[in-house]
T-cell receptor, first 116, second 113 residues
Framework: DTGVSQDPRHKITKRGQNVTFRCDPI?????LYWYRQTLGQGPEFLTY????????KSRLLSDRFSAERPKGSFSTLEIQRTEQGDSAMYLC??????????????FGPGTRLTVL | AQSVAQPEDQVNVAEGNPLTVKCTYS??????LFWYVQYPNRGLQFLLK??????LVKGSYGFEAEFNKSQTSFHLKKPSALVSDSALYFC???????????FGTGTQLKVEL
């Protein structure tokens, strides 16, 4: 399977702990996106990378959140000092850019975070 | 700012009947429009997209969607529903200069025997 993969699939943590999620995009895709989905809502954009450069961040991405894509391949999303409001599904997507056109975003299975 | 409205939280349809899931959007300029489907505890699976050209777009699993610029709508349709189509469906929009997708709140489709 050459789709987007995410690890772990589920994470339960206590409030105040730090967590880190990993996303591996489709191999030829140069763009990588992070979204957050809470119950009963559609996914909300957090940030995206083109290769290793983080080009846009949402205001939803507080100072406790940091994302990296150090070699332009996989990405990590870290949440420091987790709060119960951080409980959500964290989705990763990837796409490729052809000229000025950015192709379809393909999503991974998500990481479900529960903060107790 | 771009936005998407899915006016129905749930749509119920009998197997074999046609289905429609509604979506309207707001965006500056011409839009890119997408439909995704989500099964329980899974990520989003791409169904189809409108970029330009023919207003009727055909996608995976027999789904199609009709782009209507005057009504700013992009309704998802299927001529004959299957029980296995039961899932959560999301409409999304992206403006041509942007990169992020803006999603609606989703419509739960339930297909019954």
């Amino acid at each position: 399977d050459t789709g987007v993969s995410q690890d772990p699939r589920h994470k339960i943590t206590k409030r105040g702990q730090n967590v880190t999620f990993r996303c591996d995009p489709i191999s030829e895709h140069n763009r990588l996106y992070w979204y957050r989905q809470t119950l009963g809502q559609g996914p909300e954009f957090l940030t995206y990378f083109q290769n290793e450069a983080q080009l846009e961040k949402s205001r939803l991405l507080s100072d406790r959140f940091s994302a990296e894509r150090p070699k332009g391949s996989f990405s990590t999303l870290e949440i420091q000092r987790t709060e119960q409001g951080d409980s959500a599904m964290y989705l990763c997507a990837s796409s490729r850019t052809r000229g000025k056109f950015t192709d379809t975003q393909y999503f991974g299975p998500g990481t479900r975070l529960t903060v107790l | 700012a771009q936005s998407v409205a899915q006016p129905e939280d749930q749509v119920n349809v009998a197997e074999g009947n046609p289905l429609t899931v509604k979506c309207t959007y707001s965006v500056s300029g011409n839009p890119y429009l997408f439909w995704y489907v989500q099964y329980p505890n899974r990520g989003l699976q791409f169904l189809l997209k409108y970029i330009t050209g023919d207003n009727l777009v055909k996608g995976s699993y027999g789904f199609e969607a009709e782009f209507n610029k005057s009504q700013t709508s992009f309704h998802l349709k299927k001529p004959s529903a299957l029980v296995s189509d039961s899932a959560l469906y999301f409409c999304a929009v992206r403006d041509r200069g942007g990169n992020k997708l803006t999603f609606g709140t989703g419509t739960q489709l339930k297909v019954e025997l």
